[in-house]
């Protein structure tokens, strides 16, 4: 949040600068007291009474407190036991982060991404902060900080001030010089976070963004149960107090002076203290508090779910609109950015989400709403009204008209009465031969074709009666047949393979039994295999060692004998053989989380290589080839138990991984080839989105 002028454990910035550097920072830090005496004191005030005569002018005014380490757990906890009493009477209510899992919009749980969503309201694919490192930079042209759209209100002629115990965050900014007219870096001491914000609030800033860093410390040092970490906590909480009774202060003396106070934390912790980045519950879970209370801001007083239900609820990039709609400076519909509503609405405005449509020449919308729904509800794309839709309605296809094939961004905005949400969606557009035709399947894909599975009713058959499929255990068939999700004319049935169902040993998966195996075949010298797969709608499945898509070998290892697919953390898929002893892998494919993609892989024996597709409705057509060796093809047959779906070649992938979740993939037109499709083979398949079966019955 600072920029290069400011000095460490100091102001740049006009009078105010010169006024405050007269004061020390304070200490903090290291084996003593987070608010030692020579700093700020735990309880009490600054060192100084609080003005009976207010600085600065009257009106709304914010202040935003992040938090760092504090979970939404740990603040319950302290409120109950009367710890945290400066927040007892805040609103408060679990929220989340980090983004959609297997989006676009997914993000790293951590800490610079957190901030720089906090400051922004948006999610990383316009923030542009990935990591946690000191070159990272908010992409002020596409996400500008809360600071530039308050400045953007030159009639009210906001003051801003940013101060920040974390020395990451003096840069985040970096891209957008002049709009914090007060910036602290406190280079660690919590102490100098309160000093200096009550300094602030005293001097009459308009908006303060105040960051605290004790409670994450103490976190990684001793963990969640440990007395350092209930102290931090305690102590932040008391910081905060002596900053609430400041802004009492100033009320007191000017009764129209209207504070909006929120205080949040930038992700959460997993249950040793720690921040993995990644996308499970643990991480994703934060809270809003507020000093006001905001229609839109569910699950007040609750805790937090343990499931993906938190995603029904209020959201990281709902903080920065609801700050400037206090201020006044919430932009208009056409100029909305915010990947969250501002929570002071009656109508909310939950799960916007975008899917590429059945053709590929359309963007899917769908949101939930939820209060006050009497309003038409207004479809923006880039700013330009696309839709006006009936009150209460919850979805719009969109259809795109390109010049030609390739990958298009476009920024969506759904109005529905006083709230705004917007989202940013991406579709591999596949531009269509003639109006209402389908891109054709190549002819040729009929040739070298071994087995096919429509995947459209049960039990599956083999068009090509050449092999079998059915459960790994009778009496464990997680095996049912869905809609595939689109509209007509596309709509058919697909494959869900559920391994959540299970028999007494742990059992669960499908298998697929060659008559002749390719993998082991000495006469077949390249092989194909490829599908259409689909994970739910968060690819919860994509946690911890990952989940078996398809596999013929114990994938507890990648280094076991034999070729697997896997699905892993930000819905990554990846390719692996092994050797027992060797492997070889191709790694980084995305997949979107709940659409429809095509996978598959070729092996050529002779040539010794291994390539991955990954043909994605979002990310496009994704492919690389990895060289293999002679011991990797003698090894490719696995444990010679057929291929398993949704689970490895044992059927106990899941069984012996207790931490990698079971649940629920969908497949359909399941085909092997006794030779390797060429690019334009597989990419004919995507485009078209058409089922093999039509060239084999036209």
């Known amino acids: 949040m600072i920029r290069g002028m400011t000095a460490r454990c100091g102001f740049a910035g006009g009078s105010v600068a010169v006024l405050l550097a007269l004061s020390a920072c304070g200490g903090g830090g290291g084996n003593g007291p987070y608010f030692p005496p020579g700093g700020v004191p735990p309880t009490g005030g600054t060192g100084n009474s609080a003005p009976t005569v207010n600085q600065g002018k009257s009106g709304p005014k914010a202040l935003v407190v992040e938090v760092d380490g504090l979970t939404h757990a740990a603040l319950r906890d302290a409120i109950a036991q009367k710890k945290a009493t400066a927040l007892q009477a805040f609103q ?81 900014l970096g891209n957008e010089p002049g709009t914090v007219d007060a910036a602290v870096d406190c280079a660690g001491s919590d102490a100098c976070v309160t000093e200096r914000t009550s300094q602030l609030i005293d001097s009459g800033q308009d908006l303060i963004v105040a960051q605290y860093g004790a409670p994450a410390i103490a976190a990684t040092a001793s963990g969640l149960k440990s007395d350092a970490y209930q102290r931090a906590v305690t102590d932040t909480s008391a910081a905060v107090g002596q900053l609430l009774a400041r802004i009492a202060q100033r009320t007191a003396n000017d009764a129209k002076e209207d504070w909006l106070v929120i205080v949040t934390t930038g992700h959460g912790l997993d249950a040793f203290g720690g921040s993995t980045g990644l996308q499970t519950i643990d991480g994703k879970t934060i809270f809003i508090a507020s000093n006001k209370t905001l229609a839109g801001l569910p699950g007040a007083g609750l805790a937090a779910p343990a499931d993906n239900s938190l995603l029904q609820l ?48 359309s963007i899917e919308l769908s949101w ?26 919850a979805a719009h296809t969109d259809p795109i008209v390109a010049a030609s094939d390739g990958i298009y961004t476009y920024l969506y905005t759904v109005v529905a009465g006083e709230t705004s949400v917007a989202l940013t969606a991406q579709i591999a557009y596949v531009k269509p031969p003639a109006p209402e035709l389908p891109v054709p399947l190549a002819a040729t894909l009929k040739n070298g074709l071994l087995n096919y599975y429509p995947l459209d009713t049960l039990p599956g058959v083999d068009a090509k009666n050449a092999s079998t499929l059915a459960p790994w255990a009778a009496d464990a068939n997680g095996g049912t047949v869905v809609d595939d999700g689109f509209k007509p004319p596309y709509k058919v049935k697909a494959l869900r393979v559920d391994s959540t169902v299970k028999n007494a040993s742990g059992m669960a998966g499908y298998r697929l039994v060659q008559n002749n195996d390719v993998t082991t075949n000495p006469a077949v010298t390249t092989f194909t295999i490829g599908f259409w797969m689909r994970t739910d709608n968060t690819c919860s499945q994509g946690v911890s060692n990952g989940a078996t898509v398809i596999g013929n070998k114990n994938y507890t290892s990648g280094g076991n004998a034999g070729l697997a697919i896997g699905l892993f953390g930000s819905c990554e898929i990846r390719f692996n053989v092994g050797t027992g002893s060797a492997r070889a892998d191709s790694n980084g494919y995305s997949l979107s989380a709940g659409q429809w ?102």
């Not at 969503?117 to 694919?125: A, D, F, K, P």
């Not at 400037?324 to 939950?350: E, I, V």
Request: aromatic fraction near 6%; charge should be positive; avoid cysteine.
């Open 92 to 172: 408060i209510a679990p929220a989340w982060t980090g983004g959609a899992n297997g989006t676009i919009s997914e993000q790293r749980t951590s800490d610079n991404p957190g901030s720089a969503t906090l400051l922004t309201g948006s999610w990383v694919q316009r923030h542009g902060v990935r990591w946690d490192t000191s070159d990272q930079r908010i992409d002020a042209k596409v996400a500008p900080s809360i600071f530039a759209i308050a400045k953007q209100n030159t009639a009210a002629g906001y003051k801003t001030a940013a101060v920040t115990a974390n020395p990451r965050y003096s840069s985040l």
């Open 314 to 361: 209020a959201a990281a990039t709902d903080i920065a609109p609801t700050v400037l709609r206090h201020l006044g400076a919430l932009p208009a519909a056409a100029d909305y950015r915010f990947n969250g509503q501002a929570l002071q609405a009656a109508t909310s405005l939950r799960g916007l989400s975008a899917k590429t449509g059945a053709d590929k020449g």
């Open 368 to 393: 939930t709403l939820t209060g006050a729904t009497t309003a038409p509800a207004l479809v923006l794309r880039d700013g330009k009204l696309v839709a006006t839709l009936p009150a209460g309605t």
């Open 597 to 698: 993609a095509y996978v598959a892989v070729v092996i050529d024996k002779t040539a010794l290589t291994m390539k991955g597709y990954v043909l994605d409705p979002v990310n496009g057509i994704q492919a690389n080839s990895t060289a293999i060796t002679s011991a990797l093809v003698d090894k490719l047959g696995g444990l010679g138990n057929g291929l398993g779906l949704n689970e490895d070649g044992t059927g106990l992938y899941y069984q012996r991984e207790t931490t990698s979740p079971r649940g629920a993939m969908d497949f359909n037109d399941f085909a092997i080839w006794n030779r390797a499709l060429t690019n334009d083979e597989l990419t004919s398949i995507f485009k078209s989105g058409q089922p093999l079966l039509t060239l084999l019955f036209p």
